[in-house]
């Protein structure tokens, strides 16, 4: 048991009072990172300022202005709830997802496991960054997801079934310009095509740059809730991009785009 003075106040604390702040603390910070960049991040941090004002003037026993704040803490609660109902439902989801072992792949960060990369393996990464550096030095516009559990509920319009081995000539075709099924995305699972011009959902986040086109925002939308990784190639510029949780990394150099390839396939990442 710990036991802290505060202005002439004692306050007993014990480990699982510490351990209960610690976890509060860490899904403040969960959240927080769920709504960054949205529009619910002023209401969010208003509401957090709101309680910790109650919770100080509760302890300084100021009995006024602890029953006023009271009354909008319990009113804010059900604000919370309305305003944030999208990131709660997915939230919720995420925690019934029957493959959340393998999601988070705990087993292969363990030291004792290796993976090493098969015959097939090396032929799909080479497949691809082949296919990624033509694309990229003929400024060709191109978006691919990879996914260990790729689920046709996650898409409104998942695009043409294809269930094909990965090759560079057909990326290459696909997002060729006078192809039908060039500003889609291709879903890969489990080293095959599923699917080929796919519409996946749009990022809204406010902190990706506002000079991205649609491609960058949906290369970012399918990764804000789901564990999918997506590789995007400019039309403009012809730079390699990748999204991984929400955020967007730009302008990757060729040598960090063909380890990002090696770690996706491999399953590293």
Known sequence: MLLIKLYGHKIDYTITDIIDLLLVIILIYWFYKRIRGTLGI??????????????LVRFLKLDVLTELLGHFVSAGVIAIIIVFQPEIRKFLLSLGNVNMLDRYKIFRNLPFYKKRRTRQQETTIKEINQALEYLSSNKTGALIVFTDHFRLQDLHNPGVQLQSHISEKLLESIFNKNSPLHDGAVIIANQRIIYAGSVLPVSESLELPERIGLRHRSAVGITENSEAISIVVSEESGNISFAKNGILKQNLKKEDVEKLIHDIVVGKI
């Not at 002023?42 to 919770?55: A, H, K, Q």
């Open 42 to 55: 002023n209401m969010f941090l208003g509401m957090l300022v709101i309680y910790g004002t109650y919770l």
